[in-house]
């Protein structure tokens, strides 16, 4: 349970957007994109993993206006074709010497950081977008407000413990225990006698003589 709120990522509004990339398209439908750093040098990706400088790999060409139009197989798309494109681009998640990155709009990837952090010695989760913590309690990790984490987590009952609790625990035994145990059993009485006479009543008149007739 741990394990799926640490892989939960979120986009931080101070994470800045990295330039914008351009797509390029194999014939067998194979995405690359390319992007420009600070410094003006090209990088693409291949999968989820942005590849050396674009220089360092080699077969690509460029157009007359110097822009690249070919990444080897893969050629590039105009905008209009990006854009039908956007559905498969937001379920990428690109790794960067470390940095993972996801589709921030239509032209720019942005770094996703971690939403929960569990801190072991606390038994805390956590949630690094608002600074909440969440501690353990009834099988889930929950917050000042009462607010749960999903999914939770399973935990012991106690087996013959309860028992125990049931006729030592000052706030269940005495009074509480045994109101609630009468009306258990009276209910259980009051609505089986209910039933049956119920039943037996109708089964008489429907063989009452004059109806049969």
Known sequence: MIEQLEKRMYAAPEAAKHPPFVLFEAPDQQL???FTDHRGRQFASKGDIILPPLEEIGDYDFDQAGQVVR??????????EVLKRIALLQ???LNWDGVELQLADAAHFQ?????????DAQDRVIDNRTGTGYTPLNGY??????????PGYRIHVGGFANYL???TNKAIAGPPFAQVFAWTFTW??????????????????LN?????N
């Open 32 to 34: 690359t994109l390319l």
């Open 71 to 80: 990444i080897g197989g893969a050629q590039r798309l105009e905008r209009r």
């Open 91 to 93: 379920k990428l998640r």
């Open 111 to 119: 770094e996703l950081k971690p939403r929960y952090t569990y801190l």
């Open 141 to 150: 990790f929950t917050d000042a407000n009462g607010e749960r984490l999903l």
């Open 165 to 167: 609790r049931l006729l």
């Open 188 to 205: 259980a009485f009051f609505s089986v006698a209910l039933t049956f006479t119920l039943g037996l009543l109708l089964a008489l008149i």
């Open 208 to 212: 009452h003589p004059p109806i049969l």
